[in-house]
């Protein structure tokens, strides 16, 4: 019977290690929408005459024109203006994807789902798209205690083997809406 109990007292102990895990991860909710609600991602056109601030969720925050842009044909401007736009809403996009796996853990593989997505969007690679988000992310201070759960899975504490990547013909309804927000400003 003593065995019994202490594997009970085991498991017991197991489950509210677990508890106060996601207790953790959801004290810091606030942090994150915080976090979210600042956000900003900016993006300029190739000779910088065309500058776009797009914020959460992508909303388009401020378009800024240079004197040079103005001076431009009409459909070149608005070439210009679009691209920059998806642009800067794609960044925005990665950068969300990275906050909520930052304080959420990464069970779900956002930052992942967007960059294929991306990639596909604008017919470049999943690693290009991941340098340049790179570039765009300062470097985040490593955790100072042990005790620091913001690297742990919410959802699950047992480490999970890679996915498979997505068909790159089907997709979620994110997906399809990424890419039919994108093809817009192709026409």
């Known amino acids: 019977m003593s065995a019994e109990f202490e594997q009970l007292v085991a498991e017991f102990e197991k489950f509210q290690s677990r508890i106060q895990n996601v207790d953790d991860r959801f004290a810091n909710i606030g942090d994150m929408q915080s976090e979210l609600s600042a956000l900003q991602a900016t993006a300029s056109s190739p000779d910088r005459s065309v500058t776009v601030v797009a914020g959460p969720a992508g909303a388009i925050m401020d378009v800024r024109f240079t004197e040079e842009a103005l001076r431009q044909r009409p459909e070149a401007l608005s ?35 967007v960059l294929e997505t991306q ?27 042990p005790d620091d759960y ?10 999970e083997p890679p ?11 994110g997906d399809r809406f990424l890419k039919h927000l994108f093809e ?4």
């Open 163 to 173: 996915r498979p990547a997505p068909p790159s013909s089907g997709g979620s309804d």
């Open 79 to 113: 070439a210009a203006l679009m691209s920059t736009i998806q642009q800067a809403v794609a960044e925005s996009a990665r950068k969300q994807a990275a906050i909520v796996e930052e304080h959420m853990g990464d069970d779900l593989h956002l930052v992942d789902q």
């Open 150 to 159: 913001s690297e742990r899975s919410v959802l699950k504490s047992d480490p």
């Open 184 to 187: 817009e400003g192709d026409h």
């Open 119 to 145: 990639a596909e969007i604008f017919g470049t690679t999943v690693e290009e798209m991941r340098s340049k988000m790179a570039e765009e992310a300062p470097p985040r201070p490593s955790p100072e205690s």
